[in-house]
Each structure stands twice: as C-alpha cells, then as structure tokens.
C-alpha cells in the first residue's frame, strides 16, 4: 500500500488504461473478399467469312487509356491481325478501384481503318490476310480479373476489302484485355 500512495499517479494511470481496454470491443471481423478470377492475355475472334466460321486467335488485348484529349483505344493484335477501335469517353475506376467498363457495354464503339501509318488487318486462317475498312466492337460482358488482366465478350462488325469488293464480316469477339494507363 505504500508503493501505491507514493506512486498514485502511476496507479490512476494503469487502472484507467486497463479499463478502457476492457470496454473495448474487438473490430468485427470483415468478410474475406472473393479471390479473383486469372486471365491469360488474348484471345479469339469467331466470324463468319466465306459461308462458314473462321476462328482468328490473337495474344494482345489492350485496353489504351490515353490523355485527355485523345480517345482510349482497344488494341487487338497477333499474327496478321491488327484491330483498333476507338472511344472518347474516358472510363473511371469504381468504387473497388477497379476499370469501371459499365459505360461502355452494348455501345458500339467505331473500328479504325488506320491506326497512325499502321494499315489495319485481320488473318483468316485459311483465307487469307484482309484489310480492314472499318466496323465496330461491342462490349456485352465483363469480369475482373487478377494482376491487370479483365475478361471481355461482345460482338464484333469487320469491313473488310476482298478481291470482290468490300465484305461485312460479323461474330464474337472474348478475350483477357490488360488495361494500361
């Protein structure tokens, strides 16, 4: 008891901080978030060309947010295939920080014939490599994915220059696209 008396301060102290640590309650515990999906980088394109389904497979599928004054671009490329399409509606991340690509789904957005010098492209095996007029690709689903790397389906409208004219080439388009800023 003496101790104490001499020592009140320090013993006021002690008592208060262990109450207050006893009225604490323990942070309830949050929910583990879901693990995300993995995606590889690419994809295929299925159209229809010549009367039958052709699969163009390609191992690039970018998602180019540019500067503020430029449209954000959708890049898909391997061999022989080169499609760029372009938007000017800058996308935002949600509230999870993820690519918020909700504006974008079911709205056509316009394929370029030219990309800079580059003539744009697209190998159908088996037919041939043609250029590319135009036409456009539609977002209709997404998911995120882990390290950078979403998954995309939509339709997809290839022009596309032929020996016998322009041609309209339609299909399916799903793939892992890798977001870059």
Same mark, same amino acid.
Not at 22 to 28: I, R
Not at 157 to 175: D, H, I, N, Q, W
């Given at each position: 008891?003496? /101790?104490?008396?001499?020592?009140?301060?320090?013993?006021?102290?002690?008592?208060?901080?262990?109450?207050?640590?006893?009225?604490?309650?323990?942070?309830?515990? +949050? @929910?583990?978030?879901?693990?995300?999906?993995?995606?590889? @980088?690419?994809?295929?394109?299925?159209?229809?060309?010549?009367?039958?389904?052709?699969?163009?497979? !390609?191992? +690039? !599928?970018?998602?180019?947010?540019?500067?503020?004054?430029?449209?954000?671009?959708?890049?898909?490329?391997?061999? &022989?295939? +080169?499609?760029?399409?372009? !938007?000017? *509606?800058?996308?935002?991340?949600?509230?999870?920080?993820?690519? *918020?690509?909700?504006?974008?789904?079911?709205?056509?957005?316009?394929?370029? #014939?030219?990309? &800079?010098? @580059?003539?744009?492209?697209?190998?159908?095996?088996?037919?041939?490599?043609?250029?590319?007029? =135009? &036409?456009?690709?539609?977002?209709?689903? !997404?998911?995120? =994915?882990? *390290?950078?790397?979403? /998954? /995309?389906?939509? +339709?997809? @409208?290839?022009?596309?220059?032929?020996? $016998?004219?322009?041609?309209?080439?339609?299909? $399916?388009?799903?793939? &892992?696209?890798? #977001?870059? /800023?």
């Amino acid at each position: 008891m003496h /101790w104490f008396r001499k020592n009140r301060y320090f013993g006021v102290c002690v008592l208060g901080l262990l109450m207050a640590l006893l009225s604490c309650s323990a942070p309830a515990p +949050s @929910e583990p978030k879901a693990k995300l999906p993995e995606f590889g @980088e690419g994809g295929t394109l299925e159209l229809q060309a010549q009367g039958r389904a052709v699969t163009v497979r !390609f191992d +690039s !599928f970018r998602l180019a947010n540019t500067d503020a004054e430029a449209p954000d671009l959708i890049e898909i490329d391997g061999p &022989g295939t +080169s499609v760029v399409a372009a !938007f000017n *509606d800058k996308l935002k991340d949600g509230q999870d920080g993820m690519s *918020d690509y909700t504006p974008l789904v079911s709205k056509p957005i316009p394929i370029q #014939p030219q990309a &800079g010098e @580059e003539e744009q492209t697209v190998n159908l095996p088996g037919l041939g490599i043609y250029p590319v007029l =135009g &036409g456009n690709i539609t977002l209709q689903k !997404f998911q995120h =994915g882990m *390290d950078g790397r979403d /998954w /995309w389906e939509g +339709s997809i @409208e290839l022009r596309v220059r032929t020996a $016998a004219g322009p041609s309209t080439l339609v299909g $399916a388009f799903k793939g &892992g696209i890798v #977001p870059t /800023w």
